[in-house]
């Protein structure tokens, strides 16, 4: 197959799926690592995909807007997957805890459903929706405005709702984190609230797929020294395990 067949087949893959990983493209077109980073590498700059660090995603890297959504529903997901049934476990029965907004923390609500007698705080209408159907346990969602684009609630009145309350866990995920450590997103209103959420919270668990490991976005939240545990897919890049040893935060691989 010649390299510009490849690439278009790369282009379809990453399409198709929000985003692709270096190892199953080198698995589907048995090639080298090598020769998949150069074809990611020359496809990113052309503006025909987003390079991250371990893959690529089917939309350009932009550090003013966020993927849409439905792409951030799929992208990554069998991670996101791993990453929320190990994060559950943490969760003792009769925990309280803050969800934040994203696709990321929607998985971990379908994955907390096996739990007994938890009090949620969410600003994620989704999260209420899945969590809500358990009878045991106590969800509240947070005043504010609904953004209509994934359902997360934001605004002053909000970060001022969960001011209100003190839980055990505040469970947050995230745009982006830089290789100095910034916790980093779109929306500054959002950021207003999970800074809230980190605040207000015992401990803190940053749930946050390879992707996000180097991703731009415009808004500083914070930095990853804040966090009390890091749950990912993959070793993070040496500046970031750099900061977790320095600041003891436990690393959580899956």
């Known amino acids: 197959m010649s390299q510009s067949q490849r690439q278009l087949q790369i282009m379809e893959l990453?399409?198709?799926?929000?985003?692709?990983?270096?190892?199953?493209?080198?698995?589907?077109f048995n090639?080298?690592?090598?020769?998949?980073?150069?074809?990611?590498?020359?496809?990113?700059e052309a503006k025909k995909l987003r390079r991250h660090h371990g893959g690529a995603g089917a939309e350009p890297e932009s550090s003013t807007e966020n993927l849409s959504y439905q792409s951030r529903?799929?992208?990554?997901?069998?991670?996101?997957?791993?990453?929320?049934?190990?994060?559950?476990?943490a969760i003792p029965d009769g925990a309280s805890l803050f969800i934040n907004i994203g696709t990321t923390t929607e998985t971990i609500a379908q994955a907390l459903l096996n739990h007994r007698d938890l009090k949620i705080v969410t600003n994620n209408i989704h999260v209420a929706a899945i969590l809500s159907s358990k009878p045991d346990f106590t969800v509240i969602i947070a005043a504010g405005e609904v953004r209509h684009r994934d359902g997360g609630i934001v605004g002053e009145a909000t970060?001022?709702?969960?001011?209100?309350?003190?839980m055990d866990f505040g469970i947050i995920g995230i745009s982006g984190i830089s290789m100095n450590g910034s916790l980093l997103d779109f929306d500054y209103r959002e950021v207003r609230v999970a800074q809230a959420i980190i605040e207000h919270s015992q401990q803190i668990i940053l749930a946050a797929d390879?992707?996000?490991?180097?991703?731009s976005a415009m808004v500083k939240l914070g930095n990853i020294s804040q966090i009390d545990h890091l749950y990912t897919d993959m070793t993070p890049p040496a500046e970031i395990c750099e900061i977790l040893t320095t600041n003891d935060i436990s690393?959580?691989?899956v």
């Not at 090598?34 to 020359?42: A, G, K």
């Open 210 to 215: 390879h992707t996000k490991f180097g991703r």
């Open 251 to 253: 690393l959580h691989i």
């Open 14 to 28: 990453v399409r198709e799926k929000g985003f692709a990983s270096i190892d199953e493209l080198v698995t589907h």
């Open 31 to 44: 090639v080298t690592p090598q020769t998949i980073r150069r074809d990611l590498n020359q496809l990113a």
């Open 73 to 89: 529903k799929i992208m990554n997901l069998e991670a996101k997957e791993r990453i929320a049934k190990a994060l559950a476990k």
């Open 159 to 166: 970060s001022d709702f969960i001011g209100q309350f003190q």
